[in-house]
């Protein structure tokens, strides 16, 4: 992963994957997000992005990324 994606998810205390998801989430209300899963465990980890809050500047921040 981006280390600033990295740092920017321990900050909210979550996953790098998380992040992500909530970022999409933010981005525009039309956005529906749908991660693919082998596991439960990875759709529980994704249902938790649905709690996270992002700021404008934190999506900013993601949007500079280079993925």
Do not use: N
Not at 15 to 40: D, E, F, N, Y
Not at 50 to 57: A, D, H, K, V, Y
């Amino acid at each position: 992963t981006i280390p600033g994606l990295q740092k920017l998810a321990r900050h909210k205390g979550c996953t790098a994957a998380q992040c992500v998801l909530a970022w999409l989430r933010a981005k525009s209300p039309r956005v529906v997000p749908i991660p693919g899963a082998s596991r439960v465990e990875s759709i529980e980890d994704s249902v938790k992005a649905l709690s996270i809050r992002l700021t404008q500047e934190e999506c900013r921040l993601i949007d500079r990324l280079q993925f």
